[in-house]
């Protein structure tokens, strides 16, 4: 294989999801180009029908977690059953966190949103950046009569929040990549 083209499959082959950050700020160039590659991603009839709220302060991380409150129910729902991750109320330490919507009245939205978010990953690892999906600030976040109120402070009218992601210069990398399975491919 051609080395340039082998650097962009090891590329998405060593992203990893990072869940300790360096307290150094990410630079706006590469915040910058992580978006950019995200408007790039495959969207339904090319509507683009996503949003993307990006969060680099303090005062806007404890904005969003004042909305969500200390340990929201659907963190306790949405957790695999067994799962010990606490509460990610310090977002792992990551400067910043980006906070992903879309317009539900788009065809296939979320799948649009996906691919934009996979895009950021990817080019976040290439970027010497980690990055890390947290489900707890997800959808079910503004459903909440109290949280409801807050949403407009975060997500454009009309808009659901999808996911959010993490995003920061790792402070540590996982002693082993989790397995993949094998038997998820049939070839006829
Ligand atoms: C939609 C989605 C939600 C996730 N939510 C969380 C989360 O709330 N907390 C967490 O620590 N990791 C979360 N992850 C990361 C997964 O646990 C991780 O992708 C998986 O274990 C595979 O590891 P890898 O990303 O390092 O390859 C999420 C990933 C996705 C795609």
Not at 47 to 76: N, R, S, Y
Not at 111 to 124: C, I, K, R, S
Not at 156 to 181: C, D, F, I, N, Q
Request: hydrophobic content about 40%; aromatic content about 10%; glycine content about 6%.
């Amino acid at each position: 294989m051609d080395p340039k083209e082998k650097a962009v499959l090891d590329n998405m082959n060593t992203r990893f999801s990072c869940r300790r950050y360096k307290q150094i700020p990410v630079e706006k160039e590469k915040l910058d180009a992580v978006i950019d590659v995200a408007k790039h991603a495959a969207s339904g009839h090319n509507l683009q029908a996503w949003h993307f709220t990006v969060i680099t302060t303090e005062e806007g991380k404890k904005e969003l977690l004042d909305a969500v409150g200390p340990e929201p129910e659907q963190f306790k729902k949405l957790a695999p059953k067994g799962a010990t991750w606490p509460f990610p109320n310090d977002f792992f330490g990551a400067p910043v966190v980006i906070m992903i919507s879309y317009d539900p009245n788009a065809p296939w939205p979320e799948a649009g949103v996906f691919l934009a978010a996979g895009n950021m990953m990817n080019a976040a690892n290439a970027l010497g950046l980690g990055t890390c999906c947290l489900t707890v600030f997800s959808n079910d976040v503004f459903r909440t009569e109290e949280t409801a109120a807050k949403k407009a402070e975060f997500i454009p009218e009309g808009y659901e929040l999808y996911v959010s992601m993490v995003l920061g210069y790792p402070e540590s990398y996982p002693a082993k990549r989790p397995e993949r399975k094998d038997d998820v491919v049939s070839w006829l």
